[in-house]
Every structure is written in structure tokens, then in C-alpha cells.
């Protein structure tokens, strides 16, 4: 049947024909937008890389290429640790990474991307979404010209590769350990020294000794970093970073003066990845886990519950010095560990109950 008959047949005359073509979407103008986006993540690193990536092509694929998207990995066009001024600045619209490498700037930072003993995954998702997470975030964000978007989370991170057993907090003392974040500064007031790397300098610093210790995602991407070569013991849980948000951060001038459209866009997109990203990492974590068991011979500790709350006294000791940086700190704080604790009991009862349980029954263990 051709057009002009189905048209007929269904009552639909030519008036109705073109009332529906008024209310056809109108095609988007032919110019396109260009996007650069700098990333703190090398190029193809499994995880974080590849997610970053997959993140801003998938913007111009949505957009239909309106958005042309150029993509560079660190080092590419500037360091990692460079990305948030070359952004703030103007001379790229966005970044893909982790904001508490800024904490510098201002130590709120660190609450949207992990702190030690604070939010997983879920929770963070929650308090982000529902919780009155994203207002703080856009009140801090706002303050550097930026819009920040959450775009990837890497889940509860084992506690790190040690080279020697850590039995009690003493064996903390004079450690040399790469952490990054809040969690660097817990480590600091257990007598650690925390050192700041990127992810492409931690092998070399590892095998040589320069450091004893370090953390950096989990098992997926540690084994490709071959750890295991310089560190055999492998400790859990950690409390540095539960629920490791990533983020897309936009100039927001560069940002608001894009069409609407474009703004629903590059927020699904980001909204997207942040799930993707997420169980892509706890997929592969679980699979990578049983090679460095199996393939490596990788010791597997668990934290001692001595150890685990002189954790607790010191993060307690550094949650108290932050708050005294600002009001915005201190109600950030407040926030973030109001979320914790209401969150924290359901979850107790239902997920961690029943994981608990289920573990139990069907003989699940390390």
C-alpha cells in the first residue's frame, strides 16, 4: 500500500498530513560544535581509560557528530594534573577524571569523588541524585566556572599491595605509599608517608623500592599494571575509597552556551556511562581477582580489626581539620555523613545482610 492510500483509508486527509508535519521535530542545523575534552586517564588503560573514552565518543554519536568531540588522553595535550585549569580556563570545554586530585584547590573536592570511611557506589549514586548531594556539588563547582557531571564509579577498592604483612597499625609507620585523597592524609597521621603518582609511574616506583606500597583501582586493573611483581600481599578492604566517583567536568560558559538539546544530551550520555562504567568494573574485578589468585600466586590479607580502627581514629582526626576550611566544607560534611548514616542501616539490613547470607550458604569465600 502506498502512502497516499494509507492515508485515505486511515481517515487521514491532507490537512491532517500537514498538521503532522508541523509538529515534526525540526532538523538540526548542519554546523558543528567542537569539544575538547582532556582526561586525567593514559590512553586504553582498562577501566579508566577506556571508559573516558567510550564517554566522549558516545557524545558524538548521540549529538549525530553536531558535537565533535576531540579526545585526549594525559599527556596528550597537557598533564593529567593540568586538565582542571586548562578547562577552568577556557582552552578545553571538558575533562573526564577524579576531582579530589584538586583537594589542593579546595579539600571539598575530595567528598565528590571518595573519602576514606564515606559512600559507595549506591550510596554515593543516592546521595548525589536524591540526597542533596549534586546542589553542594554545583555550589563548589561553581565557584571555578565549571559544571560538573557524574560519569563513572569504580566501586569499593581493595586496600592495597604491600610488600611486607601488615599485622597492626605500628606496621604503618615509615610505610611509603602511594594514596591520593583524604585517604593519604589517614595514612599520614598513622605514621605513613603518602606519595602522590600517577597511574603510570606507580610500577617503576613500586619495583624499585622508591615506595613500599600503593593502591590504585582493583584487581582489573591492577593486573595489568603487574603489581604482583613487586608486591605480593594484597590487603582488603580498603577504606580509602569506597565508591570512586569520576566525573565529566565542563566550562560552564562553554558549557551553557550550548543549544538545550546539547545539555540533555551530554547528561544522559554522562548518566550512561556512570552506570556502564560501574559494571564494567565490578564484572571484570571479579574475573581478575581469581587470576591474580591462580595465575600469580597473590597473597590475599585481610585488615586486621586493630589496624581497621586506627583507621577509623584518624580519618575522624582528618574529617575534623578539613571541616575548619569553610562553611561550604563543613556543610558538605554534614551532608555527606547524614547520607552515610541513614543510608549505611538500610544497607546493613538488606544488601550486606543478604550477601552475608547468601555467601554463607552457598560456601562463597576468598
Known sequence: MN???????????????????????????????????????????????TSAQRLAARIGELTEGHINVQYFAAGERVGAFDSFDEVASGNAQAYIGANYYWK???PTWAYFTSVSFGLTYAEMDAWIKFGGGQELWDELVDGYGLQNFA????GVQMGGWFNKEIETADDLKGLKMRMPG???????????????????QIYENLVSGAIDATELVGPWNEYFMKF??????????????????????????RFTSLPKIDHMIIE?????????????????????????????????????????DAFG??????????????????RVHESFAKARSDLGRSMLLADTGYTAQRNRVLG???
Not at 564494567?280 to 597473590?298: P, S
Open 104 to 106: 589542593g584547590k579546595h
Open 151 to 154: 560519569a563513572g564509579n569504580t
Open 364 to 366: 562463597i569465600t576468598v
Open 182 to 200: 583524604l585517604g593519604g592524609d589517614v595514612l599520614a597521621k598513622l605514621g605513613a608517608s603518602p606519595v602522590a603518582l600517577l597511574g603510570g
Open 228 to 253: 604482583y611483581e613487586a608486591a605480593q600481599y594484597y590487603y582488603y578492604p580498603g577504606m580509602h575509597e569506597p565508591g570512586t566517583q569520576l566525573v565529566l567536568g565542563t566550562n560552564k560558559s
Open 268 to 308: 544522559a550520555a554522562c548518566m550512561e556511562e556512570n552506570a556502564m562504567q560501574a559494571a564494567e568494573t565490578n564484572q571484570n574485578n571479579g574475573a581478575y581477582f581469581d587470576k591474580l589468585i591462580k595465575e600469580h600466586g597473590v597473597k590475599i590479607r585481610k585488615f586486621s580489626d586493630e589496624v581497621y
Open 313 to 330: 581514629e584518624a580519618v575522624e582526626e582528618v574529617f575534623a581539620e578539613t571541616v575548619e576550611h569553610s562553611d561550604l566544607t563543613r
Open 3 to 49: 502512502r497516499r492510500s494509507f492515508l485515505k483509508n486511515t481517515g487521514l486527509g491532507a490537512g491532517a498530513a500537514a498538521a503532522a508535519t508541523l509538529v515534526a521535530p525540526a532538523v538540526r542545523a548542519q554546523s558543528t560544535t567542537d569539544m575538547v575534552i582532556v582526561s586525567t586517564w593514559p590512553r586504553d588503560f582498562p577501566g579508566l581509560g
